[in-house]
């Protein structure tokens, strides 16, 4: 960004020079009259694009009427004035660029006019407060601190208070960098996070809330069953021990219809709910308020709670109310109801319980008040197991033998294992709802200032009200009653009611309508946010959910909560349903911490927040502990919660998100790939980490397509998405008048290589030649250590005509560069018919034809095609020539074990190649090379002027090249191939030869005398290449897939136009003879070393004049 500025001053000249320099810049010959309407500098359609606007509509007055800014005149129609641009950034909206789904209503409220009026005491202190004083605080903090103790209640407290705090400072960063977004701490997260994890995060965001519903429902009702109406139970216990599943039943149908109640209020008037948030947060205040109340009176007079126990357990004094075994009536003992409940009988002499018998009854203060000194027995944890007796320590007992009967007995017992663990997963959802501040970010005067501020002091009061009532619950309640979750001992009313002032009432139906009133504000959120995650695009699947009624109300949304809220019901257990809304909350509350910490690790240029009190650790350190509680609750859970958000983040990655938020995942990738880069070495790689890394050379036709997609899809076949791959191509011109054109081509190419399924990167070029162009890519593409050490590129079946774009220059010259630059090369011969990724080749064979050694890569590539499932079936087989003093039987053993070490299974054949007589067009055609050669260099033609004197020689040669061949024919290939050379053998062979051969050669030297004066190195290369040709063709013209060595090319270049024009305009390509029959699909390898250097320059193209039979 420039931070230095020149002021110059500019003043309008008195005598009127600024209006006559104003006028010279006017068109000559304007016709006179009014002048037409011009749109305004300034003003125009292009500024709509920047950053710094925001649509808003201007007076349409000419910006440049002073004359002092003419000289800016062009620049005004795409970038704003400073005056114009101070004032939009004066008045900046709430709004995001690119939230699309609240343009509409933006536009509607900005032509409103109207002030955001929150504060930040209404607009976010109050909304965090009541959202994190819940449903745990009146129904599991009692039974926290009876089970965990006050030390480690205190200590489940603090981390999770910790957790939100940092949380918030992170929140609070992201909220103080720049203008808040007006959607809520879901786009504060993804426009941050971008893409991929804001839509994993979104979507856990809404799943927690959603289940917090469900958890308020189940509150709600099991404060109305337990404590309000127990008699409005449904179902009841039809065997003994079945209290439990019965009221699970009773949860579920209660719960099922309060669901279906809320949800038709959430449906019908959203906006009664909003009014009477109020009214829930009042009894939230009053019933802490009540609370404290009872805490202080307590101190000075006690509450008169008698707590029975039975020698030292606890019993449940739902079935009577004197806590004695017999009373005196008239002078006589008579039994109590409790007797009737351990005996057989009303009976003093009637059987009893042996624990019963043996141990006496005693009453005990359930609330002694905090100046009892209850509080150092409750400092320590007191954990059992599920159907254990609630014990109280120090008060004598006799134990007896094992009871089988207890469950039938009125003992209070716990009813599921508690674990630390276990105790914060349950407490965790009572420090959530911190971000329901930052949900009302539209609606704030000063979302930058109030969001920190009352978010913060949102959590330090509700962490002080925690951390308080912990310390209090231990110092004022008997531990026994804390442990009693239900209330049991206390003839079945709220523990918590009981310590209360002036009446238990007032916590029951403050705990109830703040509850309930949770719940349909979670109805009524949820929806929402999954809404706005749907109208973002980034998971297809969910963008029906983005509909909803005229007014903009989220039906389909509201439909999947109450579904999804509904399975949450069904598990009908407080103390099961709050780890699982932890996992989720916690997963949010994580990359939120992630965002900050990578945003500042890695100096992003836009990441500067105003709030002083955030540091990069405090996010790593709110990161570390979010991940350690998911864990410390449930590390199953976790891992599931982990596994959701991983599926959604691959999905939106899979499906190709076109979002660009500007988010912190991004540049850490770019990080980690410059740290990545750094570290590979500039030098080649070990040959165990070595594979193909393929630059894929296309070409382009007129309308910038390309003209070879099957190039693609052998690349996806070889590479299978691994190693690098890059896709270049040229275009001939230069940038400035072709910059369009190669944004279309690299948009085809992208395109393209979606459709194929290829993965890399695409690199085109603008060069004055495509010679030039190739030759940069071969060089410069890729990056640092990660180049490329193969090309790829198609056989350019028209090569020696001029007019094809792709003439035989490029294509030499390509060989040569990719030779200089010591890579290999692969040429695809008949692209346009190898197979796409969907077909499958049922069996046939992949041929190799391994003739010079070229470092192994002739093994390697079937091996790699055949990892594709294209490929799977085909067979491997490997074909290599014997010299005529090889032993083909050791080179076949000796290949086995080669591949055996290599790991690749393949079949081998030695071909022994019989050393026949040279054909008379052999001779003919190296005599016609040298003439033309001699001729011209002697001449020393220009390059026109050579190609006019090549034609006559052709002409002149058809006839008697003709009449060569039908004179003398080359000897067929031998079918039956012999399989071994002995001395004897050899000898044999040349004697029999010998005069056939001498014979022959006086006959074609008579034919034409100056076939004795030709190089026979250079008749001997093109003797080779049609031996070649006609052993390849009989050996693999069933093939699915030819690779064999492409000869090398010579680093002479003289003589190359010559070469080129050995058959004139239109040479034979094929060899007479085979030409028809060539094969199908074929590739041809260059190693990644020099060829062969010096003389026979031309008899490289002679050599792939006859071998393009083949390919």
């Known amino acids: 960004m420039p931070t230095n500025f020149t002021v110059v001053p500019v003043e309008a000249r008195a005598d009127g020079g600024g209006d006559e320099a104003a006028e010279r810049t006017e068109a000559p010959g304007t016709p006179e009259g009014p002048e037409p309407e011009r749109p305004s500098p300034g003003d125009g359609n292009p500024r709509e694009n920047s950053p ?258 039975l020698g030292n357990r606890t019993l449940s004094r739902r079935s009577f109310d004197d806590c004695i075994k017999a009373r005196v009536v008239q002078n006589s003992s008579a039994t109590s109801a409790l007797w009737g409940l351990f005996c057989n009988g009303s009976q003093p002499s009637a059987t009893c319980d042996e624990y019963f018998a043996q141990n006496n009854v005693t009453e005990i203060q359930g609330i002694p008040g ?60 009572s420090v959530t709802g911190i971000m329901a501040g930052s949900n009302r970010s539209g609606d704030l005067k000063d979302a930058q200032k109030s969001i920190p501020t009352g978010t913060i002091l949102a959590i330090v009061t509700t962490s002080f009200i925690y951390l308080s009532c912990i310390v209090l619950f231990g110092a004022c309640i008997e531990g026994v009653v804390l442990r009693d979750k239900f209330g049991e001992a206390l003839q079945g009313n709220l523990v918590i009611g009981m310590l209360a002032w002036p009446s238990p009432w007032v916590i029951v139906i403050g705990s109830f309508f703040s509850t309930c009133g949770a719940g349909l504000q979670s109805l009524t959120g949820a929806p929402r946010l999954l809404q706005a995650i749907a109208r973002d695009g980034i998971i297809p ?37 709050a780890p699982i809304l932890s996992m989720f909350f916690l997963m949010c509350y994580l990359f939120v911490n992630l965002a900050c910490a990578v945003q500042t690790l890695l100096r992003t240029p836009n990441w500067r927040p105003r709030f002083k009190y955030y540091h990069w650790t405090l996010s790593f350190l709110g990161m570390s502990l979010c991940l350690a509680l998911m864990f410390i609750c449930s590390w199953y859970y976790a891992l599931s919660a982990m596994l959701v958000a991983s599926c959604i983040y ?21 990080n980690a790939a410059r740290y990545a880069l750094l570290r590979v070495e500039h030098g080649p790689p070990h040959t165990k980490n070595w594979r193909p890394q393929v630059l ?52 085809n190419i992208r395109s393209l290589m979606s459709t194929e399924k290829t993965k890399g990167f695409c690199q085109l070029v603008v060069s004055l030649s495509l010679r030039d162009g190739m030759s940069h890519l071969i060089q410069s593409a890729g990056l640092g250590g990660l180049k490329h050490n193969t090309v790829l590129m198609a056989w350019p079946a028209s090569w020696k005509r001029e007019d094809s774009p792709f003439s035989w220059k490029n294509f030499v010259d390509t060989v040569r560069d990719t030779t200089a630059a010591h890579q290999a090369l692969l040429v ?137 061949v039908a004179r003398t024919q080359a000897p067929p290939t031998p079918d039956k191939v012999q399989m071994t050379w002995t001395r004897e053998k050899l000898i044999a062979e040349k004697h029999r030869h010998k005069d056939a051969s001498l014979s022959g050669f006086r006959d074609l030297f008579s034919m034409k005398p100056e076939w004795g004066n030709l190089d026979q190195s250079n008749v001997r290369r093109m003797h080779t290449a049609v031996k070649l040709n006609g052993v390849v063709l009989s050996k693999s013209q069933d093939a699915q897939l030819v690779l064999l060595n492409m000869p090398g090319p010579p680093k ?47 008899f490289f193209w002679n050599a792939l004049d006859h071998l393009s039979g083949v390919w």
């Open 696 to 747: 894929v050379m296309l070409n382009l036709d007129a309308e910038q397509a390309v003209k070879h997609p099957r190039l693609l899809s052998f690349t996806s076949q070889l590479k299978a998405g691994k190693g690098l791959t890059i896709v270049g191509s040229v275009l001939e011109g230069t940038y400035l008048d072709k910059h369009l054109e190669a944004e279309q081509a690299e948009e």
């Open 370 to 429: 905090a100046a009892s000194g209850v509080f150092l027995e409750n400092l320590w944890s007191a954990y059992a197991q599920a159907g254990a007796f609630v014990e109280k320590e120090g008060v004598p007992s006799v134990p007896v033998a094992e009871e089988s009967r207890a469950g039938a007995l009125p003992y209070v017992l716990t009813d599921i294992a508690a674990s630390f663990t276990l105790l914060v997963g349950i407490y965790f959802p």
């Open 52 to 309: 710094f606007l925001n649509n808003v509509e201007v007076e349409q007055e000419s910006f440049l009427e002073g004359k002092n800014m003419a000289l800016f005149e062009e620049e005004m129609d795409s970038n704003p004035m400073v005056s114009s641009l101070l004032n939009k950034l004066a008045n900046y909206t709430n709004l995001s660029q690119g939230v699309v789904e609240h343009e509409e209503d933006e536009e509607s409220r900005r032509r409103e006019a109207k002030a955001p009026r929150m504060g930040t005491f209404i607009g976010v202190y109050l909304p965090c407060l009541q959202n994190i004083l819940g449903v745990i605080l009146f129904l599991r903090l009692t039974w926290i601190v009876g089970v965990a103790g006050v030390l480690e209640s205190f200590l489940i407290v603090a981390m999770c208070c910790t957790c939100t705090m940092l949380t918030a400072i992170s929140m609070s960063a992201i909220a103080t960098n720049g203008v808040v977004p007006a959607g809520g701490s879901y786009y504060m997260i993804s426009r941050s996070l971008g893409p991929e994890f804001g839509g994993a995060v979104g979507l856990c965001f809404y799943l927690g809330t959603t289940f917090a519903g469900a958890m308020y429902i189940l509150g709600t009702i099991e404060i109305f069953l337990t404590y309000i109406s127990p008699g409005a139970t449904i179902f009841q216990a039809e065997a003994v021990g079945g209290e439990a599943a019965a009221m699970l039943h009773n949860m579920r149908v209660y719960g099922t219809c309060t669901l279906v109640l809320m949800a038709l209020v959430v449906f019908v008037g959203v906006k009664y709910v909003n009014k009477l948030a109020l009214v829930f947060l009042a009894c939230v205040v009053l019933s802490i308020l009540a609370i404290y109340a009872g805490v202080i009176k307590s101190a000075f007079d006690p509450p008169d709670i008698p707590v029975c126990l």
């Open 541 to 577: 699947f969910l963008q029906v959910f983005g509909h909803g009624k005229a007014n903009g109300e989220p039906t389909w949304a509201l439909l999947l909560t109450v579904l999804i809220c509904e399975t949450g019901i069904l598990i009908a257990s407080l103390d099961s349903v």
């Open 1052 to 1098: 002479n270049r003289q003589g190359d136009e010559n070469c080129s024009k050995a058959g004139g305009r239109r040479p034979r390509l094929h060899h007479p003879r085979v030409g028809a029959s060539g094969l199908g699909r074929s590739t041809l390898h260059q190693p990644a070393w020099p060829g062969p250097s010096g003389k026979g320059t031309r």
């Open 828 to 964: 695809a011969k008949n692209i346009d018919a190898f197979p796409h990724n969907q077909e499958r080749f049922g069996g046939g064979h992949i041929d190799v034809w391994w003739i010079v050694h070229d470092g192994g890569m002739l093994m390697l590539l079937p091996f790699l095609l055949r990892q594709h499932k294209v490929w799977r079936k085909c067979r491997m087989r490997i074909f290599t020539v014997a010299q005529v003093d090889d032993n083909s039987i050791q080179m076949k053993k000796d290949l086995q074990m080669f591949l055996y070490h290599l790991r690749i299974s393949a079949e081998v054949e030695v071909v022994e190649m019989v050393e026949n007589d040279i054909s008379a067009f052999t001779y003919e055609r190296t005599l016609m090379m040298e003439q033309r050669s001699q001729m011209l260099k002697q001449m020393q033609l220009s390059k026109n002027e050579q190609e006019r004197e090549a034609q006559l020689i052709h002409d002149r040669n058809t006839a008697s090249h003709t009449t060569a």
């Open 650 to 670: 691959k999905y939106i990655e899979y499906r190709g998100a076109e979002k660009e938020w500007g988010d912190g995942i991004r540049g850490l990738s770019l």
